[in-house]
C-alpha cells in the first residue's frame, strides 16, 4: 500500500533563502507526482505536476525533483518570501488507480516565512 | 472562468439531519472528486467520478452518498449527519489526456460542523 510522507511538518526560515521540502513515498512504481499549496482557510492550488518519466519540473521560482528509485520528491523554492508561507502537500495516485485520478496525500510541510 | 466552486461555504447541523453540498466546475472536466480534511489526517478521498453518470467510492464513503447527472456538477449527499462528519469539504475536478486524468483543481471547501 502506497504511503507518502512529508518531513519536517512545519518549517521557519528568514525572508531570502533557499530551502527544500520533501515528499517520500514506499511504492515507486508511481504514475505522476503533485505538489499543491494551501493557504489558512483555503483550497489547494496546483503548483507543480511531475510525470514519472520527467526528473523535474520548473514553474518560476519553483522547482520539484522526482527520484522514483529513492522513493523521493523535492519542490526546491528559491529565494523565499513571506507570500511563500502556506502549507504545501504532495500527491500520487496508488498503484493500479492512474487512470481513475484518486490521490493519496501527504500530511503536508507549513512553512513559515519570516521578514 | 469560475474554476471549481462549492456551496454553501459554511453549514452547521444537528445529528440525524441531511443536508447536500454542491460542486460546479466550467472547465469542461471529466473527472470530480470529493475529499474531507481533517486535522491529523490529511486529505482523505470520499467519492469521486470518471464521467457524467458514473461514481465510485474512494477511502472513507460510508455515509455519504454522490450523484453526477450533469457533468459540471458533483453532489455529495449526508443522508443522516453524525459529530464524526465534522470536517472541512473539498470538491476538485481534473481533465483527461490519453495517458489518464491531469493535475486536479480544487474548490474553495466548505465548512460542516455537526452537533
Known amino acids: 500500500k502506497q504511503e507518502v510522507t512529508q518531513i519536517p511538518a512545519a518549517l521557519s526560515v528568514p525572508e531570502g533563502e533557499n530551502l527544500v521540502l520533501n515528499c517520500s513515498f514506499t511504492d515507486s512504481a508511481i504514475y505522476n507526482l503533485q505538489w499543491f499549496r494551501q493557504d489558512p482557510g483555503k483550497g489547494l492550488t496546483s503548483l507543480l505536476l511531475i510525470q514519472s518519466s520527467q526528473r523535474e519540473q520548473t514553474s518560476g521560482r519553483l522547482n520539484a525533483s522526482l527520484d522514483k528509485s529513492s522513493g523521493r520528491s523535492t519542490l526546491y523554492i528559491a529565494a523565499s518570501q513571506p507570500g511563500d508561507s502556506a502549507t504545501y502537500l504532495c500527491a500520487l495516485p496508488p498503484r493500479g488507480y492512474s487512470n481513475t485520478g484518486k490521490l493519496i496525500f501527504g500530511q503536508g510541510t507549513t512553512l513559515q516565512v519570516k521578514p | ?115
Not at chain 2, 453540498?21 to 469521486?48: F, S, V
Not at chain 2, 464521467?51 to 464513503?61: L, M, R, S, W
Not at chain 2, 455519504?64 to 473539498?90: C, D
Request: glycine share 12%; net charge positive; with cysteine.
Open chain 2, 1 to 115: 472562468n469560475a474554476g471549481v466552486t462549492q456551496t454553501p461555504k459554511f453549514r452547521v447541523l444537528k445529528t440525524g439531519q441531511s443536508m447536500t453540498l454542491l460542486c460546479a466546475q466550467d472547465m469542461n472536466h471529466e473527472y470530480m472528486y470529493w475529499y474531507r480534511q481533517d486535522p491529523g489526517m490529511g486529505l482523505r478521498l470520499i467519492h469521486y467520478s470518471v464521467g457524467e453518470g458514473t461514481t465510485a467510492k474512494g477511502e472513507v464513503p460510508d455515509g455519504y452518498n454522490v450523484s453526477r447527472l450533469k457533468k459540471q456538477n458533483f453532489l455529495l449527499g449526508l443522508e443522516s449527519a453524525a459529530p464524526s462528519q465534522t470536517s472541512v469539504y473539498f470538491c476538485a475536478s481534473s481533465y483527461s489526456t490519453a495517458g489518464g486524468p491531469h493535475e486536479q483543481y480544487f474548490g474553495p471547501g466548505t465548512r460542516l460542523t455537526v452537533t
